[in-house]
């Protein structure tokens, strides 16, 4: 392992051992909220808002040079002033002469990530001006002289206790602050007068509209009101991507942002202003005169709009979407090792969360995003908590591939390159070149069995391959079969008199050399069901290089996938996937790796093994062919990609009209996420992780037999709780069924 | 929420704005015919100390949003962002025919605003609130209660 790997574990203990509690406890709150403010409106109505927001974003990027002129004529006709800066120094240098002309020397901040992206304080106060952020959460990360840590809750990884300590070290009060109130109280009258003697107010904008040179904000405390209306001169300060073309296009974003964020309907303050304003000025200095001190001073307005890179990501296929991001959170709330860590790890200069590597590739650059790009394991999780339907892991996937294409290749690579034949540029990393090649592992580790799997769990073996490639030693190794499950299904005699479909049963990875079980407890529950069965010869789904980054050696493994499935399909079979993440590939990923008509063949004719035998079962085949539950007690732990596509409720509705009686796990995802847990810097990541699923677990696992849906899932939850976790299909199984 | 309201008929307008008003308070002339602060036991056009020492700030509103108990502070030269924004008491007077029943129907409204040139409004609902200090506490930046006296129309 490299040093830099190293370091990373160590950085992440810390995490976990520091900010973890905090992290996960707000985080999972502000997840669970979401979950419930979206059912309180209706699922439906919140996706007709996501798909109008999409559109709304798609199209504005899409039109943008275009808004920003209209933008800078409808601001300037109100009397403000808009200023383009190509660049954060020319940002801050612009908003610096601004305040110079206003002979300005005090700033209040209202929350803005885009003045944390442009380092705006360290700017201001390089020139001498005293700048406060009048953000709660801000003003403890301003006090305490650290980074955000979430792109919504900017102090969410501190506890009250903490926060206490601070102030009193801070600003020795006079009395303990030993309670939420009580800071409150404090931060109030601190910023408060702050607020009342500033001569600018700085606030963000989470939304510009073109037509009327309108700015959005949201927020919940008032300061923004207080810093856009207090200081006589206010500046805007937001990224060219914030553009819409009218009030008639904020709707759906009001109705989606503080859901996605905090679980609100909306926020306590949605301000809409047109600056300048036509409330009063305020002048304190004369303050027993009427009429807010009788102040003659003019309202003054500019709108700072940042590209800082943003016109690039405009123009990159793979980036763009990014610039539809409206900053709730959903992402790294809805994230599993993002609960577990937070944006101090999983985070790079400004953004935190699963969009923040678009961001940071796009502002920063590709070193800075390679610093927690693997934190994004592709669960998906985020997929459907993102209100503008960004497709945040493919983001991940492509600037993993990018960051891999980037590297010198080493010795390592020349080596490799021969063994493991791929379609990568050299410099692509060894292990992630072993794990991307895991087909070819399971190949040689199948033709060598039983030899290979007592090779590979001696001593030696183990310490070698933690030396080479990361790999954690206090992981099982997966154990391979010699006997594959095609080769198996190959050597069967069966037939099924007229059956009522046809299924070609795809192989996976998994299935096909290592669990193996569960392939022939599916082939026997179809053939139950009066389906006849083949196991095709067809090869990984690619989902293993994908997770690497290596999309050339995924696209290629699709297209072999497409030209053997397709034939199948066109033959009138229907194609059944054991493991969810391959179906995951068919069903969304192939959308970017493949010729739109194949894959929309592909995934309309593809099934969930679990989904297929639901839709058997309405259509009328018998469920005496298999092995009922009778009152047997489940626990039951969905996969991360099968719950984003809404599958899991397949495999509980079969479950219980075999009469199981069934516990769901609702854990976002189980932390083991692939080849994830394998590595040595993320080992103890995925097992707190995977603390949240055995919790829930512990009590029923006595009493329950414990299923799980994916490969990752069921190795994570043997190492957790207590080995001999299973495929639901393999309870069914009419002839080995399994916890009887 | 830590937000109230009360119901009355227009007659009785004045003796249920006095009951809701913790004094000194200040307020922001109403927005419409018929209802008037001047014979309320509130201060006009204040001076920013008395801004500043008021308990309650009372202000009108055209615009109430029935499904989550949001109304609207516009941008007036009569300061209401300032009367609705610094005591820690909110009082808004909104009349029953200006409530609509959900936020789309609220931005429909705001769009015949903007294009009747009135650009500037705060979607406000319920008092200040922050959960940066470790639990939720309400009364930040803003006030800390929010009452609502809707007027209906007499009989």
Redesign the interface.
């Known amino acids: 392992m490299s040093d830099s790997s190293r370091l990373n574990a160590d950085r992440i203990r810390t995490l976990l051992e520091t900010e973890s509690d905090e992290i996960k406890e707000?985080t999972r709150l502000f997840n669970a909220e979401r979950y419930d403010a979206v059912d309180g409106v209706g699922a439906d109505a919140h996706d007709r808002n996501r798909t109008r927001a999409r559109e709304i974003k798609e199209e504005a990027i899409e039109r943008l040079p275009d808004l920003i002129r209209r933008t800078r004529d409808a601001v300037e006709a109100n009397g403000g002033t808009v200023y383009v800066a190509d660049t954060a120094a020319d940002a801050n240098r612009y908003i610096r002469e601004t305040l110079a002309e206003k002979d300005a020397d005090s700033v209040v901040k209202s929350k803005s990530m885009t003045t944390e992206e442009i380092e705006l304080n360290d700017a201001l106060e390089a020139a001498d001006l005293d700048v406060w952020e009048?953000?709660?959460?801000e003003?403890?990360i301003q006090v305490a002289e650290e980074a955000p840590s979430h792109i919504v809750?900017p102090?969410?990884h501190k506890?009250?206790?903490e926060?206490t300590e601070l102030f009193e070290r801070e600003f020795d009060p006079d009395e303990s602050l030993d309670s939420?109130?009580k800071?409150?109280a404090f931060?109030?009258e601190f910023?408060?007068e702050r607020?009342d003697d500033a001569d600018v107010g700085i606030t963000g904008a989470n939304f510009v509209m073109a037509e009327?040179g309108?700015i959005a904000l949201v927020t919940?405390?008032?300061?923004a009101?207080?810093c856009a209306?207090?200081p006589d001169t206010h500046v805007a300060v937001a990224g060219i991507e914030k553009i819409i073309p009218s009030?008639?296009e904020?709707?759906p974003f009001?109705?989606l942002i503080s859901r996605s964020a905090t679980g609100q309907?909306?926020?306590?303050?949605?301000?809409?202003?047109?600056?300048p304003?036509?409330?009063?000025t305020?002048?304190?200095d004369?303050?027993?005169?009427?009429?807010?001190?009788n102040g003659d001073a003019d309202r003054d307005f500019h709108l700072v709009l940042v590209d800082n890179g943003r016109r690039r990501m405009r123009q990159d296929d793979d980036l763009r979407e990014t610039l539809y991001c409206i900053r709730c959170g959903a992402c790294a709330n809805s994230c599993a090792n993002f609960q577990s860590v937070g944006g101090h790890a999983f985070g790079g200069e400004t953004y935190t969360g699963g969009i923040a590597t678009g961001w940071e590739a796009g502002i920063e650059g590709l070193d800075v995003a390679e610093e927690f790009n693997d934190l994004c394991t592709g669960c998906s999780r985020c997929v459907n908590a993102c209100p503008v339907k960004i497709d945040i892991p493919w983001i991940n996937t492509v600037v993993r591939d990018r960051i891999n294409r980037g590297k010198d290749p080493g010795f390592d690579d020349l080596l490799v390159d021969g063994l493991v034949p791929d379609e990568e540029a050299s410099g692509t990393p060894l292990r992630k070149r072993f794990f991307g090649n895991f087909e070819t592992v399971a190949k040689l580790g199948s033709a060598t069995a039983p030899l290979s799997n007592v090779v590979a769990a001696t001593g030696v073996a183990r310490k070698a391959m933690e030396t080479t490639l990361g790999i954690d030693t206090r992981r099982d190794l997966p154990t391979f079969e010699r006997t594959t499950l095609r080769e198996w299904a190959i050597d069967r005699d069966t037939t099924v008199e007229d059956p009522v479909r046809r299924v070609a049963l795809y192989p996976d990875v998994y299935t096909n050399y290592v669990r193996t079980e569960r392939g022939k407890a599916a082939v026997r529950v179809l053939e139950a069901l009066g389906c006849e069965v083949v196991v095709p010869d067809v090869g990984g789904s690619g989902r293993a290089p994908l997770s690497q980054g290596m999309v050339a050696t995924a696209t290629e493994k699709a297209e072999n996938v497409a030209s053997s499935l397709l034939a199948y399909l066109e033959a009138d079979y229907d194609v059944v996937v054991v493991e969810p993440s391959d179906l995951a590939m068919f069903r969304r990923e192939y959308e970017k790796l493949l010729p739109a008509e194949q894959q929309e063949r592909l995934a309309d004719g593809s099934y969930e093994i679990l989904e297929f035998v639901y839709g058997l079962l309405e259509n009328g085949a018998n469920p005496d062919a298999l092995t009922a539950g009778d009152g047997e007690g489940v626990a039951y732990h969905s996969h991360c990609q099968q719950r984003t596509l809404g599958l899991e409720s397949y495999t509980e509705a079969v479950l219980k009209r075999l009469g199981y009686d069934v516990l769901t796990s609702d854990v976002e995802c189980c932390g083991m996420a692939g080849s994830f847990g394998y590595k040595s810097e993320y080992y103890e990541l995925s097992m707190d992780v995977g603390e949240h699923l055995a919790e829930q677990f512990e009590g029923a696992v006595d009493e329950r037999t414990v299923v799980a849906s994916g490969t990752s899932c069921t190795e994570q939850l043997d190492a957790l709780l207590s080995p001999g976790t299973r495929h639901p299909i393999e309870l069914l199984d009419p002839v080995n069924p399994a916890g009887r | 929420m830590n937000a109230s309201s009360t119901v009355v008929p227009s007659d009785e307008f004045e003796s249920e704005l006095a009951d809701r008003i913790e004094i000194p308070a200040v307020g922001a002339e109403l927005p419409f015919d018929g209802l008037s602060l001047s014979d309320a036991p509130v201060t006009l056009?204040?001076?920013?100390?008395q801004?500043?020492e008021a308990v309650t700030g009372v202000t009108g509103s055209r615009l109430g949003i029935a499904s989550?108990g949001?109304v609207a502070v516009e941008?007036?030269?009569e300061?209401?962002?300032?009367v609705a924004?610094y005591p820690e008491q909110h009082v808004v007077v909104v009349r029953e025919r200006d409530i609509r029943a959900d936020?789309?129907d609220a931005?429909g409204w705001?769009?015949s605003e903007?294009e009747a040139g009135r650009?500037?409004?705060?979607?406000?609902?319920?008092?200040?609130?922050?959960?940066?200090?470790?639990?939720?506490?309400q009364?930040?930046?803003?006030p800390e209660h929010v009452h609502i006296v809707i007027v209906t129309d007499n009989e």
């Open positions: 707000n009048t953000d709660l959460g003003f403890v809750g102090s969410l506890s009250r206790e926060i939420a109130q800071l409150t931060a109030r910023l408060g607020i009327s309108s919940n405390e008032g300061n009101r207080k209306s207090i009030i008639d904020l709707e009001a109705e309907d909306i926020p306590q303050y949605l301000s809409i202003l047109t600056p304003v036509e409330t009063p305020i002048d304190f004369r303050e027993d005169e009427p009429a807010f001190g | 056009d204040p001076s920013p100390a801004l500043r989550l949001t941008s007036r030269p300061g209401d962002e300032f924004l936020l789309s931005f705001i769009r903007f650009q500037s409004f705060i979607l406000a609902t319920g008092p200040s609130s922050t959960g940066d200090m470790g639990e939720l506490v009364g930040v930046h803003g």
